[in-house]
């Protein structure tokens, strides 16, 4: 996740910057730069890696002017390098910016600006702003900026700095934070609070369609289109633990609440004109295997048991989803013609590090799903793809698990089109608008807080599932027992009748997922048997048939059966959430649990 921070004051810019990317730190990168204007000349510095190689690198140069940008990155549109990392500049050097976010549609302007003579020294989105701003500087940076704006598609906070008006700072922000501080001596910005608070709590928040000109004595508002308007100082209270939570009283609240963001930072860029881009698995020829696989632990499993299923319908070859302990003791038959997946947010665990080293020693392909980059599976396997989903604080997995699922189903399209299978292009348009879905179902937290006052004195609870929403179950058993510590189990809801049925009584929860239209009906005359027997029954569903009785009912929203996982992921972590936070249970580190198990 890509952090920036800015400085236009009275003082020398560089402390600020670097120390504000040092509190950045924590959400993840893999290259940082500085730009610092200095005797009307722009001196960027950047280099791939941790902050410690760039703080090598400034140490080199005699760094005293007040005005500058900086930037860590996350890659997503090119490999981390010096080059793709910010800042970027015009060739001419007098225009520099850092951005995050995505130019969705930077492929067409970069050709344009190709015709046009323009060259480019990077493979990111991001440096054709700059060339953009090349193009339309007319004498005013301000006015550029806007009809920048104009033609970009996508979401990004900007900072830019220019020798041309040597004295100012043009932010801009759609769907990606900027917070702009004003200290004694300086207005200083920055894509999160941590990096301002050790230089003051007074911040203005840049809302989307908004800009800012900065001077170090002034700020002006815009909107996008030029538009003078007022905002108003607001005073954080936080401190800097309290910030790196965003105001949330903890981090799995505040990962929940991520969950809209990272998944559009999952999908962006990997679907164009209803194709799947995957560019990291080009080399891969699908036809070449007979059989696939996929290996995780814990939440990841759970992911992956949904990416199997989508799999083996799409492909029609078997898809099996292990659970990597399993795996690396079973001798799998797998050989060269096995198409081997290993889905870890952290790419740490250590049953799946070992599962992957046994599936290479066996000739399969190996790809890694992972979120932490160049953590060891990302290094171990053949290919790699990343979630974005930036760091997972919180011990019990939830944007991690969401954003798997997306990237779990891109991949399946993915290699349904590499197939030429037939594709479900409705599900790819509203896998783009999932996001915004997502939003809709936070909306109604109220709604799961009420229901985890059912489950507070409980000792047990039951999730019941079949196809898809079995593996939806299975997630939503594992969150409520690790962050409550109520005991819960999911089973497949055919499966009731033989055993689990002798356990409902008066007064028992069934938490109920029915949004697979096809066996969508069968769960619920399921759910019936229960409340014959005295369930209490919380249902989620899309399915308005043969609902009486149910006193608990959640609809979700009406998208693709394939992509419910990824929505009714939201209102079972927030049952298991408020569950546990109404027992005061230490959500963010449950007992006995640890985030990354790195050993056997
Ligand atoms: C631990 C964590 C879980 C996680 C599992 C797999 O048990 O507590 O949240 O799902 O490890 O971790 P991985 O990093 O491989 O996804």
């Known amino acids: 996740m890509c952090g920036i921070t800015a400085y236009c004051g009275n003082h020398s810019a560089l402390p600020f910057l670097m120390q504000g990317l040092s509190k950045l730190e924590y959400r993840g990168y893999d290259s940082a730069g500085v730009t610092i204007l200095q005797n009307n000349k722009l001196i960027t510095v950047k280099c791939k890696g941790r902050l410690k190689n760039l703080e090598e690198k400034v140490s080199h140069y005699q760094f005293d002017g007040s005005i500058g940008i900086g930037h860590t990155r996350w890659a997503t549109h090119g490999i981390p390098s ?29 050709n344009e600006l190709i015709d046009k003579g323009y060259t480019f020294q990077s493979d990111t989105d991001s440096e054709v702003v700059v060339q953009l701003l090349d193009y339309y500087y007319n004498g005013q940076l301000l006015e550029a900026t806007q009809k920048v704006l104009k033609r970009i598609e996508g979401s990004y906070a900007l900072c830019i700095i220019s020798t041309l008006e040597p004295d100012k700072i043009i932010v801009a922000k759609k769907e990606s934070p900027l917070i702009i501080g004003k200290s004694k001596d300086a207005f200083v910005v920055a894509s999160d ?122 492909t029609q070859l078997p898809v099996l989803a292990t659970v990597a302990s399993e795996f690396r003791y079973n001798d799998p038959i797998i050989d060269d013609k096995t198409l081997t997946i290993f889905v870890s947010q952290s790419g740490e665990t250590a049953d799946t590090l070992a599962a992957l080293k046994l599936a290479k020693q066996k000739q399969a392909t190996t790809i890694a799903i992972a979120n932490v980059l160049g953590s060891s599976i990302s290094r171990e396997a053949d290919y790699v793809l990343y979630t974005c989903a930036g760091p997972e604080i919180a011990v019990a997995s939830t944007k991690a698990y969401t954003t798997q699922l997306v990237l779990l189903i891109l991949l399946a399209y993915y290699v349904a089109q590499r197939l030429n299978k037939e594709i479900d292009y409705q599900a790819i348009e509203q896998l783009e608008s999932i996001p915004h879905y997502v939003e809709q179902i936070l909306k109604d937290e109220n709604i799961f807080q009420e229901y985890a006052l059912m489950l507070k004195n409980l000792h047990d609870a039951y999730f019941i599932g079949r196809s898809l929403d079995y593996a939806s179950v299975l997630e939503g058993a594992l969150k409520l027992k690790e962050v409550s510590y109520i005991h819960a189990d999911a089973y497949v809801a055919g ?83 408020y569950t546990a936070c109404i027992k005061g249970c230490d959500v963010d580190k449950p007992r006995n649990l640890a985030k990354s198990v790195t050993v056997e």
Do not use: W
């Open 495 to 577: 499966e009731l009748k033989h055993g689990p049925i002798a356990l409902i009584e008066n007064g028992s929860v069934v938490i109920a997922v029915a949004t697979q239209p096809h066996i969508a009906t069968k769960t619920i005359s399921n759910i019936q048997e229960t409340i014959a027997r005295g369930a209490k029954v919380i249902l989620f569903t899309t399915s308005h048939e043969d609902i009486k009785n149910i006193d608990n009912v959640y609809y979700l929203p009406q998208v693709s059966p394939t992509l419910q996982s990824i929505l009714v992921a939201i209102p079972l972590q927030l049952i298991a959430y």
């Open 193 to 314: 609070i941590p990096a301002l608070l050790e230089y003051t709590k007074d911040v203005y928040f840049l809302d989307d369609f908004e800009m800012a000109m900065i001077t170090k004595n002034d700020i002006s508002f815009f909107t996008h289109e030029g538009k003078s308007i007022q905002k108003e100082l607001t005073t954080v209270p936080y401190d800097t633990e309290a910030a790196k939570k965003d105001g949330y009283d903890t981090f799995m609240l505040k990962e929940i609440h991520e969950q809209p963001y990272v998944i559009h930072e999952t999908l962006r860029g990997r679907i164009f004109n209803q194709q799947i881009i995957l560019d990291e698995l080009k080399d891969i020829s699908f036809e070449q295997f007979n059989k696939i696989y996929f290996v995780a632990c814990g939440t990841a499993y759970h992911a992956s048991l949904c990416g199997a299923q989508v799999l083996e319908r799409i």
């Open 82 to 110: 010096n080059l793709n990392s910010h800042p970027h500049n015009n060739s001419l050097n007098t225009i520099s910016l850092v951005h995050n976010g995505i130019i969705e549609n930077y492929r067409e302007l970069k």
